[in-house]
Every structure is written in C-alpha cells, then in structure tokens.
C-alpha cells in the first residue's frame, strides 16, 4: 500500500514563503511521477504542477509559474513544492499525488493513482 503524508502547509503573509513536503510510503516511489494540487473553498481541485520520477523535468500551472519550484529527493522518499511570492489567491488545501502509470507529465488529477490528506495553506494579504 502507498501512504503519501504533506506537511509544512500553515499560516503566512503575502510575498511570503513556504515549502511543502509529501513523504511517500514504498519501495517504488522512483518511479512514480508526482503531482501537487490545490483546492480552495468552493472550487474544484487544480493541478499546480508535477515533476518526473527521475526530477529532471517538471511542469507548472501557469498560476505558480516562476513562483513554484517542485523537487524530489528519492532515497528520502520525499517531494518538495517551494513556493515563493505567496498571494492570498494561494490559499488552499494542497495535495501531493503519485502517478504509477506512466513517465509522461499530466495535469489532469483523474491521472493520479494515490493521495495524500492535504496540508492547509493560508496566506493573508
């Protein structure tokens, strides 16, 4: 079974910084490529952008780009979204989520096979 567990989510100031953390359960964690999304109150949860099982190419909503910055460590098991410059259009609930079907970069959240409970984040303006 995969368990994926997000931390580091909290309370911050617009312009302010934070770094998420999503540690994977598994043996196969390498080989999965995985994805952040966001959901805020009363909307649909969004793709922020995934990165590729090796971390040499990631993708980006076009909302976080330049702002975000998603890595991996996998011998920690762990994907990390730094995110930079917060707004408080940025608040919400963010999920990591692992795709084990295929190498290719996707946004569409019906793609992902697991995911994790969701950290909150809040920016105040």
């Known amino acids: 079974q995969v368990r994926l567990v997000e931390s580091g989510g909290g309370l911050v100031q617009t312009g302010g910084s934070l770094r998420l953390s999503c540690a994977v359960s598994?043996?196969?964690?390498?080989?999965?490529?995985m994805g952040w999304f966001r959901q805020a109150p009363g909307k649909d949860r969004e793709f922020v952008g995934a990165i590729s099982w090796s971390g040499d190419s990631a993708l980006y909503a076009d909302s976080v780009k330049d702002r975000f910055t998603i890595s991996r460590d996998n011998a920690k098991n762990t994907v990390y979204l730094q995110m930079n410059s917060l707004k408080p259009e940025d608040t919400a609930v963010y999920y990591c989520?692992?795709?084990?079907?295929?190498?290719?970069?996707?946004?569409?959240?019906?793609?992902?096979?697991?995911w994790g409970q969701g950290t909150q984040v809040t920016v105040s303006s």
């Open positions: 598994g043996r196969t964690f390498s080989m999965y490529v």
């Open positions: 989520a692992a795709d084990r079907t295929t190498r290719t970069l996707r946004a569409e959240r019906l793609e992902y096979d697991y």
